[in-house]
């Protein structure tokens, strides 16, 4: 019922950056919080970023002043601009969201993921 599709992912060298695009549609009423979450090689699934619907912002440790999400509501669509990024952020990158749907309840949905690649 809730399609969550990302683009924007590739490979660049260090100190480049990059934009990601988050994309829901579907049965739609209302989304809460929206997040990019990242896999690297042999690690962890973990947290970059995630932003609430009023606009609120948290940020891993890592990525603090490069990276900035950002959301609009209209088009359901999140972003991740990405700058100065380094080889440590080389990793799949996943995005989710809360959705409110028909039957009035709250359900998470993740999409496929894009690869960015960081290299010289």
């Known amino acids: 019922q809730v399609q969550v599709v990302e683009s924007g992912g590739g490979l660049v060298q260090p100190g480049g950056s990059l934009r990601l695009s988050c994309v829901a549609s579907g049965s739609i009423f209302s989304i809460d919080v929206m997040g990019w979450y990242r896999q690297g090689p042999g690690k962890q699934r973990e947290l970059v970023a995630r932003?609430?619907?009023?606009?609120?912002?948290n940020y891993a440790d890592s990525v603090k002043g490069r990276f900035t999400i950002s959301r609009d509501n209209a088009k359901n669509t999140v972003y991740l601009q990405m700058n100065n990024l380094k080889p440590e952020d080389t990793a799949v990158y996943y995005c989710n969201g809360d959705f409110r749907t028909g039957n009035g309840g709250t359900y998470r949905y993740w999409g496929q993921g894009t690869q960015v690649t960081i290299s010289s």
């Open positions: 932003i609430r619907s009023g606009g609120s912002t």
